[in-house]
Structures are given as C-alpha cells and as structure tokens.
C-alpha cells in the first residue's frame, strides 16, 4: 500500500523524469521541497535575447552568496571557502530561477540566450565569488 507521503513523491518523481536525466531526478528527490517548486520552471521560457536583469541573486545551498543590482555587488557572502562547491546552485533574475544546478548538473537555464548574461561567461566568475572583495 502506499501512503500519502509516497504517492506525491513518485508523481513528482515521473513529472520530473521526463524533462531530467535519471540521476539528476535522483539528487533533486533529496529535495523534494525545492523540486516541487522547479518543477513549473523547466518548462518556462528563456528569457529574451534582449532581457537586461535589474537584479541578479547568486545562491549556494539557499543562502545568498552575491547579490547584484543595477551594476553594483550590493552585497556578498564573506566567509565562502575558495575550495566550496555548493550541493544546489541558483541563479535569480530579477527573483526568477534563471540558473538552477545540484551537484553540478544543469536543471534549468533560462539565460543561453541572453548575450549579456552567458552562463559561459558567468562560469568564470565562480573563483571571483568565493573570494573577498
């Protein structure tokens, strides 16, 4: 028999298997909570090639580690060891998930197209975000 607890579960389990690879929905289920709530995000759009972010909000495992608005770092964590590989990477444009990775496999990426805001080129800011200002 199968309880409550079970059943959303392996229905959500399902719903995400069929946009993620296998072992990306297994590290997701560790989460259940935050793969309910990417859930609707993988079927949203890119956003637009011309899209200009107002505010940008990096997380690593849900904590703030860079908070960009308007051109400036507003505010980022101090204390991130340089050899920190968060489990869950986020990316927030203008409060939207952007970017979302666990345990360095892509979820989501709705900014490919965005010229200005090249996941490519915001690689590289990854050892300039563990280090102070």
């Not at 409550?4 to 072992?23: C, N, Q």
Request: charged content about 20%.
């Amino acid at each position: 028999m199968t309880t409550r607890l079970e059943l959303p579960d392996l229905m959500l389990t399902r719903a995400l298997g069929k946009a993620l690879l296998p072992e990306t929905v297994t590290a997701l289920m560790n989460h259940p909570d935050i793969a309910a709530d990417l859930l609707p995000v993988l079927h949203q759009s890119p956003f637009p090639t011309d899209y200009v972010p107002r505010e940008i909000e990096v997380l690593f495992d849900d904590v703030t580690a860079v908070l960009w608005q308007s051109g400036q770092i507003k505010q980022q964590f101090p204390d991130v060891a340089g050899d920190y590989h968060p489990e869950i990477v986020e990316w927030l444009i203008d409060g939207e998930t952007g970017y979302f990775s666990i345990r360095g496999m892509e979820v989501v990426n709705r900014i490919n197209a965005m010229p200005l805001l090249d996941i490519a080129v915001l690689e590289s800011l990854k050892e300039v975000l563990c280090k102070p200002l």
